[in-house]
């Protein structure tokens, strides 16, 4: 998944497998307000911010290459090793600098 935010609104999309139910307006506000945006006086405020969602059903061709990774399909590492190490390629990100640096 990936996220985007601009004045006030986030944007959450992308692709994923799950079987749960998840409510990604709450868990998204949620998130926000932990990570201390829950004040318009602070720039962004987790409380009233507009949240679209655009999430879809992970293709079967990523999930191949993301649920197992090769090294374990091969035998070459043991699946606690591979699970310690992630998948790689995937991560988050929130916010910009607070203040800039003096020049």
Known sequence: MRDS???GFVVLLGEITTRAVINFDVL???VVNEIGYDNSEKGFDGNSCGVLVAIARQSGDIAMG???AL???TGE???AEIEAIGAGDQGMMFGLPAT???R
Do not use: W
């Open 5 to 7: 935010y601009q004045d």
């Open 28 to 30: 998204v506000r949620k």
């Open 66 to 68: 993301v649920d197992k």
């Open 71 to 73: 090294e374990a399909k």
């Open 77 to 79: 590492m043991s699946d």
């Open 100 to 102: 800039r640096p003096q």
